[in-house]
Nanobody
Framework: QVQLVESGGGLVQAGDSLRLSCVAS?????????MGWFRQAPGKEREFVAA????????YYADAVKGRFAISRDDAKNTVYLQTNNLKPEDTAVYYC?????????????????WGQGTQVTVSS
């Protein structure tokens, strides 16, 4: 089992940047298939943002964030980051990290096994 803790959210203005972090504790996260970031805005369903394979490092992005967000990992720290640049008001949401035990389904929230508690990102116009 693994525990996930997100941090780095906040209130920013449009065009600003934030770096979100997700620290995994417990079982070494590299034994899992991938780690993903999802977000959920009020009244909306949870949606895929980005993911990274924990063996090999291939990355995946939602169209809405391509070119603005970047996912990376630091295996020594059991941490995955989401660098968010040029933030827009529509990026406002609670951002969650999650672990996918095995593929496929990297874009599907229901396939992820472990979830963090989320970190709020609010972007003002």
């Amino acid at each position: 089992q693994v525990q996930l803790v997100e941090s780095g959210g906040g209130l920013v203005q449009a065009g600003d940047s934030l770096r979100l972090s997700c620290v995994a504790s417990g079982r070494t996260y590299s034994t899992y298939y991938a780690m993903g970031w999802f977000r959920q805005a009020p009244g909306k369903e949870r949606e895929f943002v980005a993911a990274i394979r924990l063996n090999g490092g291939r990355t995946y992005y939602a169209d809405a964030v391509k070119g603005r967000f970047a996912i990376s990992r630091d295996d020594a720290k059991n941490t995955v980051y989401l660098q968010t640049n040029n933030l827009k008001p529509e990026d406002t949401a609670v951002y969650y990290c999650a672990i996918l035990g095995d593929g496929p389904g990297i874009y599907e929230a229901r396939r992820y096994r472990y979830w963090g508690q989320g970190t709020q990102v609010t972007v003002s116009s």
